[in-house]
């Protein structure tokens, strides 16, 4: 069984996708030390940052006891999970066809869950300019990917045969719902299955984590924040 002497060092914002890696290292019993990303203020650009995370984007990790006892970074949340689900052996089936089932559904939730109802946020929250057909359009592709999931949840307990990092994936941005126009009730399997997952006393903890208060942004209303996170090029 793998152990862990050192903490893994978490580059985190307070975001669904940071809320993977905090969810998965509690939920292993690992250790860990958070480095809070000030994503509001532009640090994910700094040169640092740049270096273990080169699109720029949070959570990322750097693991002091990495491959052959060398400290390895890994960028990108779904990486992420898949790189501590090995290491340790755990949430992370080691049946081939266990595993399929795992990765159809974690690459489902980084290629379409995240970004498209990213993009609902984005047209119904942060826009300056209201557009009917953005909102409309991200709108009805967030309900789409509710009702997909919904329908897979149907008669199972978790997204992927037992509890892995598909369920971790996906419950930080399912917390969203209401957020996202999304009447829960319309999908009675999704509820069912985000009551449990919510309930869980790892994701409790790591949904608890919240920004210090002196490095918070209030992103929905400030537009020097708003510049950095969506002006760049």
């Given amino acids: ?21 905090t969810i998965m290292l509690e939920e292993l019993g690992v250790p860990y030390e958070l480095h809070f990303i ?25 693991d002091p006891e990495g491959p052959g006892g060398a400290p390895i970074s890994v960028f990108e949340s779904g990486a992420i ?7 340790f052996g755990k949430l992370y089936p080691t049946d081939m066809r266990a595993q399929v089932a795992v990765d159809e559904w974690l690459f489902w939730q980084v290629g379409s869950f995240g970004p498209m109802l990213g993009q609902n946020h984005h047209f119904n929250l942060y826009a300056p300019e209201k557009i009917p057909y953005a ?3 991200y709108l009805d592709e967030t309900h789409r990917l509710y009702g997909v999931l919904d329908r897979r949840l149907r008669g199972r307990e978790y997204i992927a045969g037992d509890y892995s990092i598909a369920d971790i994936a996906s419950i930080g941005w399912a917390n969203g719902y209401a957020r996202q126009g999304i009447d ?20 409790k903890r790591a949904l608890a984590i919240v920004t210090p208060l002196h490095q918070e942004t209030d992103t929905a209303n400030d537009r020097e924040a708003q510049k950095v996170l969506f002006g760049q090029r």
Avoid: C
Avoid at 1 to 21: I, L
Avoid at 81 to 87: E, Q, S
């Fill in 135 to 137: 909102i409309k359009r």
């Fill in 1 to 21: 069984m793998t152990t862990q002497n050192r903490p893994v060092e978490v580059y985190y914002a307070a975001t669904p996708n940071g809320h993977k890696a």
């Fill in 38 to 62: 000030r994503i509001g203020r532009g640090d994910q650009f700094k040169p640092d940052f740049l270096k273990i995370s080169p699109n720029n984007k949070i959570p990322a990790i750097v």
């Fill in 81 to 87: 999970l898949k790189y501590l689900g090995l290491k």
């Fill in 184 to 203: 829960i009730s319309e999908f009675p399997d999704f509820a069912a299955w985000h009551a449990r997952i919510n309930a869980r006393p790892a994701v």
